[in-house]
């Protein structure tokens, strides 16, 4: 059950998590929910936390002879 909070912030963070929520699609509350899931569990916010459907296509290409050059080429065959 949803329950309502009322949280009394700087004006100038206030504008900032609203600009934030619409960069990233979500609401102001929907990012708080999120962030006192994470202290909650316990674990540290990472600044660079992966998605799931990303970290699932780690490894994919291990093994698979695919370095570097062979992206730059795609790339170059692909745009230019």
């Given at each position: 059950m949803a329950t309502k909070l009322t949280l009394r912030l700087d004006e100038e963070l206030i504008r900032g998590a609203k600009e934030y929520?619409?960069?990233k699609g979500k609401s102001v509350s929907a990012?708080?929910?999120d962030f006192f899931?994470?202290?909650q569990k316990g674990e540290r916010p990472s600044r660079y936390a992966v998605s799931p459907a990303v970290a699932s296509l780690r490894g994919i290409l291990k093994g698979k002879?695919?370095?570097e050059d062979d992206?730059?080429?795609h790339?170059?065959?692909k745009y230019l």
């Open positions: 929520s619409a960069k990012l708080v929910a899931f994470v202290l002879g695919v370095d992206y730059k080429k790339l170059e065959e």
